[in-house]
């Protein structure tokens, strides 16, 4: 079975750091543009970071300078490290990969079943 599974979640205080993961798993033989979205009560998701399958990274203005988004094409990982954390990044987060290549042909829009990150001040 081909999914995407978050972990990193948790409690942290305001201005501390958070390092979230998030691993395709199953016979996956490419993967492409991964993201991380997250949604606070309330709120609509919202697209917080994107790196390409070649590396290339955009951001959410409300994260830019303090989160990093990475990926090991390799594991089949993105990474999303988040420094000098705020109240209101509090949310549950989600790892969205836009398509992949599986034993089974092509996925798209697959998504994990998210991660609370709760911020308190």
């Known amino acids: 079975q081909v999914q995407l599974v978050e972990s990193g979640g948790g409690l942290v205080r305001a201005g501390g750091s958070r390092g979230l993961s998030c691993v395709a798993s199953?016979?996956?033989?490419?993967?492409?543009?991964m993201d991380w979205y997250r949604q606070a009560p309330g709120k609509q998701r919202e697209l917080v970071a994107t790196?390409?399958?070649?590396?290339?990274?955009n951001y959410a203005d409300s994260v830019k300078g303090r989160f990093t988004i990475s990926r090991d094409n390799g594991k089949k990982t993105v990474y999303l490290q988040m420094n000098n954390l705020k109240p209101e990044d509090t949310a549950v987060y989600y790892c969205?990969?836009?398509?992949?290549?599986?034993?089974?042909?092509?996925?798209?829009?697959?998504w994990g079943q998210g991660t609370q990150v709760t911020v308190s001040s």
């Open positions: 199953g016979i996956i033989f490419t993967v492409g543009d």
């Open positions: 969205r990969v836009d398509r992949m290549t599986t034993h089974r042909g092509p996925l798209i829009d697959v």
């Open positions: 790196i390409t399958s070649g590396g290339d990274t």
